[in-house]
Nanobody, 121 residues
Framework: QVQLVESGGGLVQAGGSLRLSCAAS????????VGWYRQGPGNRRELVAGISTDSTTNYVDSVKGRFTISRDNAKNTVYLQMDSLKPEDTAVYYCNADSIATNDGTLRDYWGQGTQVTVSS
């Protein structure tokens, strides 16, 4: 059974940094594109950053220059380095893999359970 597990969230002061990890486990053959999403109180879930299988990246305008997404295919892990954090970055952060192929032939998307990021002013 495939699982995505996020970690690295926490409480940080404005201007600080956090590094989120999204680790996939299970009988995995390959992982497609992965995105980090966030959902703040009363807000819709939004795509913050994405990384394709060839490591092409994209970011929402509000985090460009502050966040960096990367992937380590050998570890089945995607990271989100968040610098110069602002109170408006406060949200639950989720990772999503749009297609994970397993060794028994299944292919589907997966979501992690989320990790809370709180930025104090």
């Amino acid at each position: 059974q495939v699982q995505l597990v996020e970690s690295g969230g926490g409480l940080v002061q404005a201007g600080g940094s956090l590094r989120l990890s999204c680790a996939a486990s299970g009988s995995i053959f390959s992982i497609g594109a992965v995105g980090w999403y966030r959902q703040g109180p009363g807000n819709r879930r939004e795509l913050v950053a994405g990384i394709s299988t060839d490591s092409t990246t994209n970011y929402v305008d509000s985090v460009k220059g502050r966040f960096t997404i990367s992937r380590d295919n050998a570890k089945n892990t995607v990271y989100l380095q968040m610098d110069s954090l602002k109170p408006e970055d406060t949200a639950v952060y989720y990772c999503n893999a749009d297609s994970i192929a397993t060794n028994d032939g299944t292919l589907r998307d997966y979501w992690g359970q989320g990790t809370q990021v709180t930025v104090s002013s």
